[in-house]
């Protein structure tokens, strides 16, 4: 997640598993983070809301109830970490699940193959 190239490769790999808005999620929670601004904090936390978090959002991200409910809670007054609890339940979903698929899958072989220093016969 920290490698900008590494974070590209495994977002399409999501993509192919129809589970990007994992990925989405978590970088739009990163973003959000970042953010000082409190006027601009509270209209990405209403997108985030909007996109990932609504069940009528059709990128809806699989939350339990406990954490649901305590976005809602936290969507009274947005703060840049509203959705922590959210975004860390996300992460731990996608490197439980998704990313050892990933590592067996040919994009993280090919990824691993573009790292690789060539040998002086390939150069």
Same mark, same amino acid.
């Given at each position: 997640?920290? @490698? &900008?190239?590494?974070?590209? $490769?495994? !977002?399409?790999?999501?993509?192919? %598993?129809? @589970?990007? %808005?994992?990925?989405l999620?978590? +970088?739009?929670?990163?973003?959000?983070?970042?953010?000082?601004?409190?006027?601009? $904090?509270? =209209?990405?936390?209403?997108? *985030?809301y %909007?996109?990932? $978090?609504? *069940? +009528?959002? &059709?990128?809806?991200?699989?939350?339990?109830?406990? $954490?649901? %409910?305590g976005?809602? !809670?936290?969507?009274?007054?947005?703060s &840049?970490?509203?959705?922590?609890?959210?975004?860390?339940? *996300?992460?731990?979903?996608?490197?439980?699940?998704?990313?050892? !698929?990933f +590592?067996?899958?040919?994009?993280? !072989? @090919?990824? +691993?193959?573009?790292?690789? &220093?060539?040998?002086?016969? =390939?150069?």
């Amino acid at each position: 997640m920290h @490698s &900008p190239t590494g974070r590209s $490769v495994f !977002r399409a790999f999501l993509r192919t %598993e129809y @589970s990007e %808005e994992n990925m989405l999620f978590w +970088l739009a929670c990163e973003e959000l983070k970042a953010e000082a601004n409190q006027h601009v $904090v509270d =209209e990405k936390a209403r997108l *985030i809301y %909007e996109d990932y $978090v609504s *069940i +009528l959002s &059709p990128k809806e991200v699989s939350l339990d109830s406990r $954490v649901r %409910e305590g976005i809602n !809670r936290k969507m009274q007054e947005p703060s &840049p970490h509203t959705f922590d609890d959210a975004q860390l339940q *996300i992460y731990t979903l996608m490197h439980r699940d998704s990313y050892p !698929r990933f +590592l067996t899958s040919p994009a993280y !072989r @090919s990824l +691993l193959l573009q790292g690789a &220093p060539q040998s002086s016969s =390939e150069a």
